[in-house]
């Protein structure tokens, strides 16, 4: 049974509330938007937003459903498509809004969030947050669309500078700026104890993160809403503050759920990336499950797809003789992300398992969706190849001595 609370507060020092949220229980559908462009006008991008997410709620809630019957990727990347296209038609409402009347930039930021099925799907605009509270500790599920999380990302500005800059309310995305906006989609499976928060810049600006996860890992989701909007206003209540908490139902796969995340941990794509980062790459990541002697890769076959092993093992051959087993962790034919590859070896499972697979289309196309962040997998990609050729080189050089 899914639990969650919602407050809102205008702050101290703030006339007006221009916060709006939604938590729509029924088809568990969880907004937060912050609007922005003063009084009147914030509060109608937000209100507006609300109303695009609460119209189309149920379509969010049969994408999710789609889902819990057939998880997978095909599924789970349509839950995080429609949540885009909510968006999209909530940016050119907006926007429309706007023009018609005489209040240009009138806009708000969006954190949306539509559960079920054991995971949860978020979709982010601006500085609004979304949070995952695990194990008592607290993660941050997105990434501020904003000049100060960009400057300190670049080294330009330490996070203590930023705390007081008087540029920490600039944000450089926003719903409604223009017809349509690019949002971050992120999914995550959903562990026993798990909760999310969302909530406005009003509470994440002016209390210490540290704070945030003491209260909010606390007692039932009403009582720590309740106490974190009590700390916005205890450390000055500068702007609105809105907190809607969630605890969604689990995965019933929990052990598996967990051999997947420490797998994307440990692969070199993902490694030194903050966790909302591997989020969002990872929806181009797709499961597959093999039987003993399936074959995934067949020798002298063109293929494009780099595998990791989650469970079980599987073998290595060539011409018959086995070459090398590989277990939970390990990976091969990242090669074949570069370009289509013709197989020099054939892999066959040697026991029930399953593998994450990462297809060269895939990975084309979230680095031209996200340039940023897919640069970033490609310099991950030859680099590691990089090593690889160089192992190599020392092997053939070794070999070479050894038979002088």
């Not at 999209?88 to 009347?101: G, I, L, T, W, Y």
């Not at 499961?287 to 990791?308: C, I, K, N, S």
């Not at 590691?384 to 092997?395: V, Y």
């Amino acid at each position: 049974m899914i639990r969650y609370a919602a407050r809102t507060h205008p702050g101290k020092k703030r006339e007006h509330n221009e916060d709006a949220h939604l938590a729509d229980e029924e088809h568990q559908v969880f907004v937060v938007a912050d609007g922005v462009g003063g009084r009147a006008a914030g509060e109608v991008a937000s209100a507006l937003v609300i109303d695009t997410f609460r119209e189309h709620a149920a379509d969010l809630s049969g994408a999710v459903a789609a889902y819990a019957a057939e998880p997978g990727w095909n599924t789970r990347n349509a839950v995080l498509e429609a949540l885009d296209e909510v968006l999209q038609k909530a940016s050119r409402r907006v926007f429309d809004e706007a023009e018609a009347k005489g209040l240009r930039g009138m806009t708000t930021t969006v954190v949306a969030a539509v559960v079920g099925g054991g995971a949860a799907f978020l979709a982010h605009v601006g500085d609004s947050r979304a949070y995952l509270v695990r194990d008592g500790l607290i993660r941050q599920l997105t990434d501020d669309h904003s000049m100060i999380n960009e400057l300190v990302r670049t080294g330009q500005m330490s996070y203590q500078e930023a705390r007081q800059s008087r540029y920490r309310s600039v944000i450089t995305r926003a719903v409604g700026l223009y017809p349509t906006v690019q949002a971050d989609l992120v999914s995550i499976e959903v562990l026993p104890g798990d909760r999310l928060l969302l909530n406005s810049d009003g509470l994440s600006d002016p209390v210490p993160l540290d704070r945030i996860e003491e209260l909010a890992g606390q007692d039932d989701v009403e009582t720590a809403a309740e106490r974190l909007v009590e700390a916005a206003l205890e450390h000055g209540g500068p702007d609105n503050v809105t907190v809607v908490m969630v605890e969604p139902e689990a995965t019933p796969q929990t052990e598996a759920a967990r051999a997947r995340a420490q797998v994307l941990q440990s692969l070199f794509l993902f490694q030194g990336l903050p966790f909302h980062a591997r989020l969002r790459v990872s929806r181009i990541c797709e499961e597959v499950f093999f039987t003993p002697d399936q074959p995934l890769v067949e020798e002298g076959e063109r293929d494009d797809t780099m595998y990791a092993i989650v469970q079980g093992t599987v073998k290595v051959s060539r011409e018959g003789v086995e070459l090398a087993r590989l277990g939970p962790g390990e990976h091969f034919g990242e090669l074949g992300l570069i370009e289509s590859q013709v197989r020099t070896a054939t892999v066959t499972a040697a026991s029930f398992g399953s593998a994450i697979v990462v297809r060269r289309p895939a990975l084309l196309e979230f680095c031209q969706r996200e340039p940023a962040l897919g640069n970033e997998l490609l310099w991950k990609l030859i680099s590691t190849l990089g090593q690889r050729l160089q192992q190599a080189n020392q092997m053939i050089a070794l070999r070479s001595s050894h038979s002088d």
